[in-house]
């Protein structure tokens, strides 16, 4: 793919070392189980993304099934915000026509002009895409979809691992198709790690120093489900598992953020979106309980700051002895947080109400 340098005359998108540094990040991965003939759910996808709370800068589709025929006709209708599309192609099924697998990486128009670098790692399997800023700032996100087989998983780490990439930050994503841990019930054990995948797993993880993102104290968890796949049976014949993931490095680790699993749409695929959103520099770390329980995006929408600050100067008197001082700080910090929680809220539930009044077209659609 051949990438044009922008034209300097045209009004200048935000620094990807802003995006990166200054500004919160926001990714979100799915698998989408094919996109083949005259799908609906290149629409759906841009519409599921468009509303969340934080719609992705970048999106990291797994499993589209096209070849490169399939891919040229579907590139304008997965144009994310008339940003940029790279594609890395199905696998034939042997003899047949058919094609499986393959990924693709789509970023928004702000982000594009900053794409440095871009490649394919394992075809129909991994790519990668490299952003750089005019300062330097650089962040390479690598989009997974791993094999069900635990030998032939071992490559795909093992390219990685051989991969030189130059950049100040890592992050791994996608459909990792293994568990780490058992922790779930219905776990298949072809998709636990064996003994030369172990090998070759933990190679990548200690070279890049990557660790997934929702196990981490400095990312909060936005939700209470913890599983991205479920097969849909119920009773015994049930199975849920967590294997799409953001492996981040210690950068990322460091600066802390959010991760969270949505609501599953059958219609759209057996796997739930699974969004990551990266603090910037300015934003506080998540290592503390003010950080956890106060919602800080309220802080960048003039209607809720002017609530926060409402509350904050409700009591005027303010007195004049140490003592009185603190106690009366101590108070107003108590009505900040109270106000906070309760436009937080306020806030979940109508996303609450956006998401199930989406879910709710696309049942009507079907019947």
Request: net charge positive.
């Amino acid at each position: 793919m051949k990438l044009e340098k922008r034209d300097r005359s045209a009004p200048r998108a935000p620094e990807i070392g802003s995006i990166m540094l200054e500004r919160p990040l926001s990714l979100a991965s799915l698998n989408v189980r094919g996109l083949r003939g005259d799908s609906p759910k290149p629409k759906e996808i841009k519409a599921l993304m468009a509303s969340l709370a934080a719609p992705p800068q970048i999106l990291l589709i797994q499993e589209h099934h096209l070849c490169k025929e399939g891919v040229q006709n579907f590139r304008k209708k997965m144009e994310f915000w008339n940003g940029t599309a790279l594609w890395n192609e199905g696998m034939p099924m042997g003899r047949s026509q058919r094609t499986s697998a393959g990924t693709s990486i789509l970023i928004d128009q702000a982000t594009s002009p900053y794409i440095k670098d871009q490649g394919i790692l394992v075809e129909g399997r991994a790519q990668y895409v490299t952003l750089q800023s005019t300062e330097g700032g650089s962040l390479t996100i690598v989009n997974i979809y791993a094999q069900h087989i635990s030998n032939e998983r071992a490559s795909i780490w093992s390219k990685i691992m051989q991969e030189s990439f130059d950049s100040d930050h890592i992050l791994v994503g996608g459909d990792f198709n293994h568990f780490e841990e058992i922790t779930r019930r219905g776990v298949l054990g072809t998709r636990q790690i064996h003994r030369r995948e172990a090998a070759t797993w933990h190679q990548m993880t200690l070279r890049y120093g990557l660790v997934d993102a929702w196990g981490l104290d400095s990312f909060q968890k936005m939700s209470k489900k913890s599983f991205t796949f479920d097969n849909g049976r119920f009773g015994l014949q049930s199975a849920v598992s967590r294997i799409d993931k953001f492996m981040v490095s210690q950068g990322i680790k460091e600066r802390g953020g959010r991760v969270e699993s949505i609501a599953s749409i059958r219609k759209l695929s057996d796997h739930s979106p699974l969004t990551i959103k990266i603090w910037g520099q300015h934003l506080p770390h998540n290592n503390n309980n003010l950080a956890r329980f106060f919602d800080v995006t309220l802080l960048s929408e003039e209607k809720s700051k002017a609530e926060l600050l409402k509350s904050w100067s409700r009591d005027a008197a303010r007195p004049s002895t140490g003592r009185d001082w603190a106690k009366w700080l101590e108070e107003a910090a108590g009505r900040v947080t109270d106000c906070n929680a309760r436009m937080a809220k306020e806030k979940r539930r109508e996303r609450g109400a956006r998401v199930r009044s989406y879910t709710k077209k696309i049942q009507l659609a079907e019947l």
